[in-house]
């Protein structure tokens, strides 16, 4: 089965500065999507990034980008100057690429605090 | 376009109780899946329902089971209500594979047992 790990239960970063939220994963497949959500305190879920597991190449989105390495299994996202409206829970996110479905699996989640 | 919409928004009920929420994805996406989302927990996935049929399943009891109609909606019901079934469920929606991967959510339903 696969997990997924964020060990930082917390964060807080200055605004307009950059921080750093990590994810690892543990997983026996050769093709799959990672994802970063986002949960604002409104509770809607929206997606930050996503990257494919046969790109080498990080996503990037505007502020946020990432740093996959598939061989350590670890994925990270990177914020870039930071916002006030960048405060939300953010779940790193794992799922198969193949048709079996769209089943994801969560990380325990980072709570992010921006401070003005 | 209209997102993925479920109601009741929030919701509370007693012990033994049974409650059906509902889901409408996002006009042309066939595939529907539910989580629970507790602070003890985290997020948790509960089922996939494609083309009226459930794809997968969570480790959940049977207490939790869903449906889905000709038209993409979907309910999940939970009998015989917990306290520990109190949480915030998600439903979200995706298309068909092969797709982008992303699965797009709605606000949640918040259901409180007592």
């Known amino acids: 089965a696969q997990t997924v790990t964020q060990s930082q239960p917390e964060m807080s970063v200055q605004e307009a500065e950059t921080v750093t939220l990590s994810c690892t994963y543990d997983?026996?497949?050769?093709?799959?999507?990672l994802f970063w959500y986002k949960q604002p305190p409104s509770r809607q879920m929206i997606l930050v990034i996503r990257?494919?597991?046969?790109?080498?190449q990080n996503a990037t989105e505007n502020r946020f980008s990432v740093n996959f390495q598939k061989a350590a299994k670890s994925f990270s996202l990177k914020i870039s100057d930071s916002q006030l409206g960048d405060a939300a829970m953010y779940f790193c996110?794992?799922?198969?690429?193949?048709?079996?479905?769209?089943?994801?699996?969560f990380g325990g989640g980072t709570r992010l605090m921006v401070k003005p | 376009k209209a997102g993925v919409t479920q109601t009741p928004r929030y919701l509370i009920k007693t012990r033994g109780q049974q409650v059906t929420l509902s889901c409408s994805p996002i006009?042309?996406?066939?595939?529907v899946s539910w989580y629970q989302q507790t602070p003890g927990q985290g997020l948790q996935f509960l089922f996939e329902?494609?083309?009226?049929?459930?794809?997968n399943k969570g480790n959940f009891p049977g207490r939790f089971s869903g449906r889905q109609f000709s038209n993409s909606r979907s309910e999940m019901n939970v009998s015989t209500l917990e306290l520990g079934d109190s949480a915030l469920y998600l439903c979200?929606?995706?298309?068909?594979?092969?797709?982008?991967?992303?699965?797009?959510f709605g606000e949640g339903s918040r259901l409180t047992v007592l």
């Open positions: 329902y494609f083309s009226e049929t459930q794809r």
């Open positions: 997983t026996s497949e050769s093709d799959y999507y």
């Open positions: 996110a794992y799922r198969r690429n193949d048709n079996a479905g769209n089943m994801l699996t």
């Open positions: 979200a929606s995706s298309l068909p594979a092969p797709n982008t991967g992303e699965l797009f």
């Open positions: 006009s042309g996406h066939r595939s």
């Open positions: 990257q494919e597991a046969y790109k080498q």
